[in-house]
């Protein structure tokens, strides 16, 4: 009795290893074919170029206008990297940045402490003259500092005073949380107030609305949108803002939440490179190095 069920126990167990290495074999088999029409497959059916890294930038409306959108395509087109673009002014960029709706922002004030303290990085990578413009009708080429405070403050309303035609100076500001606003106020008028007649949502859209009002005059940073002929832009003392002696500039920087990484590290690298840097030149703006 014992030696039967020895005997029996045996030949099951060998019974059972033979229906397991048949089964092995044929889930192998049936394996390696889907494996190779997989890879068929995949020849076939996969794109021939994967999908690009997608950066989520929020922008000063001033910083992309003065580079145009010339400078972002170029970006792509030497990385790969799409760019999800927000524009906005310098404080909701980098509230943006914050909240992490953004990976990068790029602002033209300075970052406060409360920023500095929770771990932002500020990097400037170029300065830009903050300009004053006109409507190309207005045959005045340069003012004095004295009389650009005093068109802005509300003491001097008519261009006659200014040595032009009896027409009254029709003054477009930008909104006041932008960052051109505050620049202006502090770099032209010493912190006074700022007299408008219009004010714009958008920092850049003042360039549009001086181009279609005669006898109008505002305030933007120098770059692509002061390059239509319909607007004039005025030297102060007789200083061009192509002169390093210019008195108002503003300073343009990323800002990333930490150390700088991925694509913002990318977009920050193209900024400082000779492409980079090319085309912030081809604009008035003057790079930095690192």
């Not at 477009?172 to 106020?185: E, I």
Request: one cysteine or more; proline letters at 4%; hydrophobic letters at 40%.
């Amino acid at each position: 009795m014992v030696i039967d069920i020895i005997d029996r126990k045996g030949t099951w167990n060998m019974q059972h290893r033979l229906r397991k290495e048949v089964a092995m074999k044929t889930f192998t088999s049936r394996l390696g074919v889907l494996m190779i029409l997989a890879a068929l497959f995949g020849l076939v059916c996969s794109p021939a170029v994967p999908a690009g890294e997608m950066l989520r930038y929020s922008s000063s409306a001033q910083v992309r206008d003065a580079f145009g959108y010339e400078m972002m395509a170029a970006f792509s087109r030497e990385t790969g990297v799409d760019v999800d673009l927000y524009t906005g002014s310098s404080d909701s960029a980098v509230n943006r940045l914050m909240s992490g709706y953004s990976d990068i922002a790029s602002t033209v004030e300075d970052l406060g402490y409360r920023h500095q303290e929770y771990g932002y990085k500020q990097i400037p990578f170029c300065t830009a003259p903050l300009v004053v413009i006109a409507n190309v009708q207005t045959p005045i080429r340069s003012i004095t500092e004295k009389q650009l405070r005093a068109i802005f403050s509300g003491n001097i309303l008519n261009w006659r005073e200014l040595g032009g035609p009896d027409k009254p100076i029709i003054v477009v500001a930008p909104g006041k949380n932008t960052g051109a606003f505050k620049n202006f106020s502090l770099l032209a008028l010493k912190r006074h107030d700022v007299r408008y007649d219009f004010m714009s949502y958008q920092s850049t859209m003042v360039s549009r609305i001086v181009k279609k009002v005669p006898w109008s005059i505002s305030f933007i940073t120098r770059g692509a949108n002061t390059t239509d002929e319909a607007i004039k832009i005025l030297d102060i003392d007789g200083i061009s803002p192509e002169s390093a002696k210019y008195p108002y500039t503003q300073t343009f920087s990323f800002v990333t939440k930490g150390d700088p990484q991925g694509a913002a590290k990318m977009l920050i690298d193209f900024s400082f490179s000779a492409k980079g840097q090319k085309s912030m030149k081809n604009f008035g703006m003057k790079p930095l190095s690192r």
